[in-house]
C-alpha cells in the first residue's frame, strides 16, 4: 500500500477547505456590510453602545459556536437539545438572576400587579402572563437549538438578522421612517447575503444526499 506523504494530504485537505471557508466569508461580509448600511443614519451613534452591542454579538456568537460543536459531536453525550438545555439554562439562570434583582428587583416588589395587588385576581393574572412568556422563551431557545444541530450558529445568526430587516422595513413600510439610496443598497447587499448562504446550504445538502445515494447503490451492487 502506497501512503501520500502528509504534505500532500495536508494541501488536499486545505484545497477542500479553502473555498468553503472563503463563501462563509464571503457570506458574514455580504450580511455585515449590507445591514451595516441598511441602518446607516437610522439612528443616533453611540461609541458606549456600539461596543456594548458588539460585545454582546461576539459572545453571541461564541456561545453559539459553542453549542454546536457540543450538539454536532455524538461522543459528548448532549446531542439532544433538551438535554444541552438541561445543562445549560439552570446556570444562564443563576447567572442572570443577581442582575434581575439588582436591577428590576425594587420595582417589581413595589409593583401594584404583584406583591401589592388590590386583590387576588390581578396578582394570579400578572403570573400567568409570566407564564406563558417563560413558555415563549423556552420554545424559543429550543427552536434555536434545534437549529443550530440541524444546520449551524451562522445559519441561526443569518436567521435572526432576517427577523431583523423584517422588522426595519416594517418600520420603514408602516412606520413612516425615512430610506435613502444608500439604506436601500444596504438591503439588496444583505439579501444577497442571504441568498449566497441560502444557496451554499442548498448544495450542501443536495451534494450530501447525492453522495448517501451512491453508497446505497453501491452498496446493493456488491
Known amino acids: 500500500m502506497i501512503k501520500e506523504p502528509f504534505g500532500y494530504r495536508g494541501n488536499h485537505i486545505f484545497e477542500e477547505s479553502h473555498p468553503q471557508k472563503a463563501s462563509q466569508i464571503s457570506v458574514v461580509a455580504l450580511v455585515s456590510g449590507g445591514l451595516l448600511l441598511f441602518t446607516y443614519q437610522s439612528t443616533d451613534f453611540n461609541l458606549f453602545g456600539f461596543i456594548l452591542v458588539l460585545s454582546a454579538s461576539f459572545i453571541g456568537g461564541l456561545r453559539w459556536a459553542l453549542a454546536q460543536t457540543i450538539l454536532q459531536k455524538e461522543s459528548v453525550g448532549l446531542a439532544n437539545p433538551i438535554d444541552l438545555m438541561f445543562h445549560l439554562q439552570p446556570i444562564m439562570a443563576i447567572t442572570l438572576l443577581p442582575l434581575a434583582v439588582f436591577i428590576e428587583g425594587p420595582s417589581l416588589a413595589l409593583s401594584s400587579q404583584v406583591f401589592r395587588a388590590a386583590n387576588l385576581g390581578d396578582a394570579l393574572w400578572t403570573l400567568f402572563?409570566?407564564?406563558?412568556?417563560?413558555?415563549?422563551?423556552?420554545?424559543?431557545?429550543?427552536?434555536?437549538?434545534?437549529?443550530?444541530?440541524?444546520?449551524?450558529?451562522?445559519?441561526?445568526?443569518?436567521?435572526?438578522?432576517?427577523?431583523?430587516?423584517?422588522?426595519?422595513?416594517?418600520?420603514?413600510?408602516?412606520?413612516?421612517?425615512?430610506?435613502?439610496?444608500?439604506?436601500?443598497?444596504?438591503?439588496?447587499?444583505?439579501i444577497a447575503g442571504i441568498s449566497l448562504h441560502v444557496y451554499m446550504k442548498?448544495?450542501?445538502?443536495?451534494?450530501?444526499?447525492?453522495?448517501?445515494?451512491?453508497?446505497?447503490?453501491?452498496?446493493?451492487?456488491?
Open 129 to 190: 402572563l409570566i407564564l406563558i412568556g417563560a413558555i415563549l422563551g423556552f420554545l424559543l431557545s429550543l427552536s434555536e437549538y434545534f437549529v443550530v444541530l440541524q444546520t449551524s450558529g451562522l445559519t441561526l445568526s443569518i436567521s435572526g438578522i432576517f427577523k431583523e430587516i423584517c422588522t426595519l422595513s416594517i418600520a420603514f413600510t408602516l412606520g413612516g421612517d425615512k430610506i435613502n439610496l444608500i439604506n436601500f443598497m444596504g438591503l439588496v447587499v444583505c
Open 202 to 222: 442548498a448544495q450542501a445538502v443536495l451534494k450530501k444526499n447525492t453522495a448517501k445515494d451512491y453508497n446505497y447503490q453501491r452498496v446493493e451492487t456488491i
